[in-house]
Structure formats: structure tokens, C-alpha cells
Nanobody, 129 residues
Framework: QVHLEESGGGSVQAGESLNLSCRIS????????IAWFRQVPGKEREGVAS???????????DYASAVKGRFTITRDGAKNIVSLQMDSVKSEDTATYSC???????????????????WGQGTPVTVRS
């Protein structure tokens, strides 16, 4: 049984920071790859960041060009939480953010273009300009 639950969304002013959390319940170890996606109504879902781990250690993290340098994805293996630190947010970051998990045999299989088996419900983020 795998369960993902996001938290931390809210409303912030442009230029400020927000931290999203994805709490992972995975008793079978089926989610060594966690990604954050975002979606605005009427638009396609967009991959934001992904993180690949092996034996609990972070091996690689990747970011969409739109957020590189502003967002940071980290994984706390002990707490089973993947965080998305969002700094210098912009109005275009407004969206519902969801975390998703999958098993990846290699780090190149952990990215926004892959199929994710497990999804959270999403948490809304609004950036006020």
C-alpha cells in the first residue's frame, strides 16, 4: 500500500517563499522516485522537479527550466518526506501541486515524462502579484 499526501500550499506574495511537503507511506519500498507536478485548470500538467534515491540516499534531482534556481527538491528518508522549497515565487507558479511516486531502476527513469503509479490529492498554491 502506497499513500502520498501533500501539504503546505497556500497564498503568498510574489517574491516570497513556500515549502510544500509530500508525506510518503510506502511499506514496500515502491517509490524511490518522487516528482512534483503542477496543473492550472485548462492547461496540461507540468513536471516541476523529481528526485531519485537508492537505498535511502538521494542520487539525483532534476528541475524544469521554469523553476531551476528557484525551487529545491529534497528527500528526508528518515521521515519519508519529499519537500519542495519554492523561493522567489512568481505569479506563473500559481497552480495545484501534486506529488507522485514510482519505482525507477535507473535515475534516467525518474523524470516528468515517466508514468507514475502513485499520486497525492494535490495542494493549491496561489501567488499574488
Amino acid at each position: 500500500q502506497v499513500h502520498l499526501e501533500e501539504s503546505g500550499g497556500g497564498s503568498v506574495q510574489a517574491g516570497e517563499s513556500l515549502n510544500l511537503s509530500c508525506r510518503i507511506s510506502d511499506s514496500e519500498g515502491r517509490t524511490n522516485c518522487i516528482a512534483w507536478f503542477r496543473q492550472v485548470p485548462g492547461k496540461e500538467r507540468e513536471g516541476v522537479a523529481s528526485i531519485y534515491s537508492e537505498h535511502g540516499a538521494t542520487i539525483a534531482a532534476d528541475y524544469a527550466s521554469a523553476v531551476k534556481g528557484r525551487f529545491t527538491i529534497t528527500r528526508d528518508g528518515a521521515k519519508n518526506i519529499v519537500s519542495l522549497q519554492m523561493d522567489s515565487v512568481k505569479s506563473e507558479d500559481t497552480a495545484t501541486y501534486s506529488c507522485a511516486g514510482r519505482w525507477a531502476n535507473f535515475k534516467f527513469q525518474c523524470g516528468p515524462g515517466e508514468d507514475y503509479a502513485f499520486w497525492g490529492q494535490g495542494t493549491p498554491v496561489t501567488v499574488r502579484s
